[in-house]
């Protein structure tokens, strides 16, 4: 079983839906978790980070925590086709130390 | 406020050269990661340095190094380079010693290695 898991899509919506990504953890203790979205050629650019369980919204990105579950999911709302890229879920560990374990990413497709 | 700023962007060398990679966080973090990022393998962690000292390493060969210095600067260093080195490598800063909530991680821009 891999430590982080995305589904690799690709996830295809239309302009203005809603998409939905999901990332499972294995490590029970992780402590912080991200969501990065990284364009073809391009580095990961930081989009969301959570800490704690619930909901954290920010502009058109909603992430969801839920500890007990192990899993983390990223919400976009009115995706624009600019939002076309693969979304990356991190999660570092409950040690110290900034070590990000990473999934596989999910490519999403916004179609206009 | 500058961002994470990597050099070379980008370069060519041969099989069996080595190559030194160059990281300047932003200012103020003092934690400065490594990651290879491949097709085939996704973005794997190579090694953290914290105020000078490595504190955790990936499962890369000891051909793998890095470095970081007073000034919080880092430099990953690559000897005897196999094709498969071919990759982006990416740096990444953080304010804070992690093990906790509310650190953030930035990304700078890569350098991407070609192996020839």
């Known amino acids: 079983q891999k430590e982080v898991e995305q589904n690799s899509g690709p996830l295809s919506v239309p302009e203005g839906a809603i998409a939905s990504l999901n990332c499972t953890y294995s490590d029970r203790v992780s402590q912080s978790f991200f969501w990065y979205r990284q364009y073809s050629g391009k580095s990961p650019e930081l989009i969301m980070s959570i800490y704690s369980n619930g909901d954290k919204e920010d502009g058109r990105f909603t992430a969801q925590l839920n500890k007990a579950s192990q899993y983390v999911s990223l919400l976009i709302r009115d995706s624009q086709p600019s939002d076309s890229a693969t979304y990356l879920c991190?999660?570092?560990?409950?040690?110290?130390?900034?070590?990000?374990?990473f999934g596989g990413g999910t490519r999403v497709l916004v179609k206009p | 406020k500058a961002g994470v700023t990597q050099t070379p962007r980008y370069l060519i060398k041969t099989r069996g050269q080595q190559v030194t990679l160059s990281c300047s966080p932003i200012s103020g973090h003092r934690s400065v990661s490594w990651y290879q990022q491949t097709p085939g393998q996704g973005l794997q962690f190579l090694f953290e340095?914290?105020?000078?000292?490595?504190?955790n390493k990936g499962n890369f060969p000891g051909r793998f190094s890095g470095r970081q210095f007073s000034n919080s600067r880092s430099e990953m260093n690559v000897s005897t380079l196999e094709l498969g080195d071919s990759a982006l490598y990416l740096c990444?800063?953080?304010?804070?010693?992690?093990?906790?909530?509310?650190?953030?991680?930035?990304f700078g821009e890569g350098s991407w290695l070609t192996v020839v």
């Open positions: 990444a800063s953080s304010l804070g010693a992690g093990g906790n909530s509310g650190n953030t991680i930035y």
């Open positions: 991190a999660v570092t560990p409950g040690a110290a130390g900034n070590k990000l374990t």
């Open positions: 340095y914290f105020s000078e000292t490595q504190r």
